[in-house]
């Protein structure tokens, strides 16, 4: 028998049952993102006079949005998630709908764009090669094409963010960088993370951690044995994150994909545990 | 039972590896160019300086010491009087308002639109308005932020009569 081509292994189908997960997660992320903007829609996404043109952004130079036009805009974008989250034949054009009505919100507003509006459009490209119009999916084994798509965005996300912190200047080994940020009129100011930019002993290993995780990932990722580890590293730093700063919908746009990351047989190990237990809880009942 | 399982076609795989090699490409180039000096930039970069901002990914990467705030005023004819922005433009981000971000009040076109976008929006038209910058020192430890050694910049003084023409030649 001959060797395995390297698209033999670079496609081997790995088990799919963590794209439900994810769909469903992209979906609350989504709306976590998207219903804000309603009460805005007058004042920022569709206004008549707080209007730019700015790059890349020259939607205003060819289509101004009306008020009316922008809420119709903001319901198409719920209505692609809605259609995401009922699945099968309506999840790829409600994932296409929902990026389509999202960017031209955020290309009408042409200011504010923010990490997780890039993040989700990253993740939306990964979900769009997956296996998310199928149903039933713990059952199969599909392509992996969706998930090293995804697993290259993320090694890009934070092994760049993390590489960026480990260079600029070394404030994140021995400064107090995410002290200043704690206390930031905007993305800080809780009390936990205001009394947290007062106790060098605590955020200075913190720092360390979030340099080493992010910085390691792009490896780490990889390598099986460490793959779940670093994302639950990963969904702590993001709980920190949730717990001290305000960033919005970004805790949860990030983890969202975490499930098609974790290496596909731990998963489905994880799936066939709850599977048995829920079974034999319910057994009694049958 | 046989596992259903199923692949990408023959076909569509050297595709499908061209793309994942683009990608690792596209994020790498973000990555070498995210905090360099815009003036040692190559020529393709300045021209088109947003083509790798989708891939850029320097989140709080360095220190920011400082707050910085927008305050507004309005000239009636009985004299100056303070205005709260935050009341008048309500919409407001994790990073706050829009205008806080620092590409927008650096931007005198930006500034334009947000004064004459302000004269149009208060309840009672004024002569004129003015916008300032505020910024202080952060300080560390505690929730409230004083206004230490604060450092006021006015940005714009605006006569509301003046007109100003907004993408499409749109006007007020």
Redo the contacts between chains.
């Keep these: 028998m001959s060797a395995p081509s390297w698209?033999d292994r670079?496609?081997?189908?790995q088990w799919a049952g963590s794209w439900t997960a994810t769909r469903y997660l992209y979906v609350l992320a989504g709306l976590a993102t998207q219903l804000p903007r309603l009460p805005?829609i007058d004042?920022?996404y569709a206004?008549?006079?707080?209007?730019?043109?700015k790059?890349?952004f020259h939607l205003?130079?060819?289509l101004?949005l009306s008020p009316t036009g922008g809420l119709l805009v903001w319901a198409a974008g719920v209505a692609g998630l809605l259609m995401l989250a009922w699945g099968g034949r309506l999840a790829r054009p409600g994932l296409l709908l929902w990026l389509a009505a999202s960017w031209l919100l955020l290309a009408a507003?042409a200011?504010?764009i923010?990490?997780y509006d890039?993040v989700i459009?990253?993740i939306g490209l990964g979900l769009l090669f997956g296996p998310i119009g199928e149903r039933g999916l713990t059952?199969?084994?599909?392509?992996?094409?969706g998930r090293?798509?995804l697993i290259?965005?993320y090694?890009?996300?934070y092994?760049?963010?993390g590489?960026?912190?480990a260079?600029?200047?070394s404030?994140?080994w021995s400064?107090?960088?995410?002290?200043?940020?704690l206390?930031?009129?905007?993305?800080g100011?809780?009390?936990l993370g205001?009394?947290l930019?007062?106790?060098r002993w605590l955020y200075l290993p913190m720092q360390w951690f979030t340099v080493l995780f992010e910085a390691s990932f792009p490896l780490a990722i990889l390598i099986r044995r460490l793959n779940p580890l670093w994302l639950v590293a990963g969904a702590l730093l993001h709980l920190g994150i949730w717990l001290t700063m305000?960033?919005?919908p970004?805790s949860y746009v990030a983890l969202s994909a975490y499930p098609v990351l974790l290496h596909p047989e731990v998963a489905r190990g994880l799936w066939e545990r709850f599977s048995r237990r829920a079974g034999s809880d319910a057994s009694p009942a049958r | 039972m046989a596992?259903?399982?199923?692949?990408?076609p023959?076909a569509l795989?050297?595709p499908?590896?061209v793309?994942?090699l683009l990608?690792?490409g596209y994020?790498?180039l973000?990555?070498r160019y995210?905090?360099s000096d815009p003036q040692t930039w190559p020529d393709w970069l300045k021209e088109h300086?947003?083509s790798l901002?989708?891939?850029?990914?320097?989140?709080?990467?360095?220190?920011?010491?400082s707050?910085t705030?927008l305050e507004a005023r309005a000239r009636y004819p009985e004299g100056w009087q303070d205005v709260d922005l935050n009341a008048v433009?309500?919409?407001r981000?994790?990073?706050?308002p829009?205008y806080?971000?620092k590409?927008?009040w650096r931007s005198r076109t930006?500034n334009k639109?947000?004064a004459?976008?302000l004269c149009?929006?208060l309840e009672r038209r004024p002569l004129a308005v003015e916008i300032t910058k505020v910024e202080w020192r952060?300080?560390?430890?505690?929730?409230e932020?004083p206004r230490k050694d604060e450092e006021r910049t006015r940005l714009i003084g605006w006569d509301c009569e003046e007109r100003l023409t907004?993408?499409?030649g749109?006007r007020?």
């Design positions: 698209s670079l496609y081997a189908p805005m004042d920022a206004p008549v006079d707080m209007i730019f043109s790059p890349p205003a130079d060819h101004i507003e200011f504010n923010k990490a890039r459009t990253w059952g199969k084994w599909r392509s992996p094409f090293w798509v290259l965005f090694m890009a996300l092994g760049s963010t590489w960026l912190k260079m600029e200047g404030h994140w400064g107090d960088v995410l002290a200043w940020h206390v930031d009129l905007w993305f100011g809780s009390p205001a009394w930019s007062g106790q305000n960033v919005g970004f | 596992q259903d399982r199923r692949t990408t023959p795989r050297l499908g590896l793309f994942l990608m690792a994020q790498a973000a990555f995210a905090l300086s947003f901002w989708p891939a850029t990914w320097s989140m709080f990467t360095t220190r920011d010491r707050h705030l433009f309500p919409s981000w994790e990073s706050g829009r806080i971000r590409p927008f930006y639109t947000l004459w976008s149009g929006r952060k300080t560390l430890g505690q929730v932020q907004l993408p499409q749109r007020l």
